[in-house]
T-cell receptor, first 115, second 111 residues
Framework: KAGVTQTPRYLIKTRGQQVTLSCSPI?????VSWYQQTPGQGLQFLFE???????NKGNFPGRFSGRQFSNSRSEMNVSTLELGDSALYLC??????????????FGNGTRLTVT | QKEVEQNSGPLSVPEGAIASLNCTYS??????FFWYRQYSGKSPELIMF????GDKEDGRFTAQLNKASQYVSLLIRDSQPSDSATYLC???????????FGKGTHLIIQP
């Protein structure tokens, strides 16, 4: 079974630009979560989607948004990029959302560098 | 503010010994607990999860949970150099909340 696929693997953008990241979950998984990983803050929860609906959102500004399509694929968008947005963005899929009966499986991530 | 605390390390353990990784959490409402392993430059991979007080064993790995003390640990028996990685502790409150991760413990297994 194929794992979680994230594209692109690497991105370099300039401050003020916007970026869209893509995630294809494991087949059969209906939940997709997004996390930001930085050396200083570690892994931080961005948002979770289940059946095309955002179920929860972490403590990030409105510049960070996402959506999920009917085939469970998800996209994350960051507008008006700032230098501090440079990070590894990880997508994780699960059968039914975060929790003991539905562990997260992470993709390889998209490394975003903002200059 | 939900917090998960881990000693950042590095924790150095000789090959063949038991590595003990610890994690404390602040949210008493946390219901499930996860250990992920992350190799440098790679994404986190799930090692095991636990949700009941006590021990849970899976091969060389044992997770221990003490909800009264808000403490969860991971023991790695017969440590191998391939176990060298950063170990992330994560907790989940339940419902639609995302996981709250600790910043990880860097484990080094010395041959």
């Amino acid at each position: 079974k194929a794992g979680v696929t994230q594209t692109p693997r690497y991105l370099i953008k300039t401050r003020g630009q916007q970026v869209t990241l893509s995630c294809s979950p494991i087949s059969g998984h209906r939940s997709v979560s997004w996390y930001q990983q930085t050396p200083g803050q570690g892994l931080q929860f961005l948002f979770e989607y289940f059946s095309e609906t955002q179920r929860n959102k972490g403590n990030f500004p409105g510049r960070f948004s996402g959506r999920q399509f009917s085939n469970s694929r998800s996209e994350m968008n960051v507008s008006t990029l700032e230098l501090g947005d440079s990070a590894l963005y990880l997508c994780a899929s699960s059968l039914a959302g975060s929790g003991w009966n539905s562990p997260l499986h992470f993709g390889n991530g998209t490394r975003l560098t903002v200059t | 503010q939900k917090e998960v605390e881990q000693n950042s390390g590095p924790l150095s353990v000789p090959e063949g010994a038991i590595a003990s990784l610890n994690c404390t959490y602040s949210d008493r409402g946390s219901q499930s607990f996860f250990w992920y392993r992350q190799y440098s430059g790679k994404s986190p991979e799930l090692i095991m999860f636990i949700y009941s007080n006590g021990d849970k064993e899976d091969g060389r790995f044992t997770a221990q949970l003490n909800k009264a003390s808000q403490y969860v640990s991971l023991l790695i028996r017969d440590s191998q150099p391939s176990d060298s990685a950063t170990y992330l502790c994560a907790v989940h409150r339940g419902g639609a909340d995302g996981l709250t991760f600790g910043k990880g413990t860097h484990l080094i297994i010395q041959p």
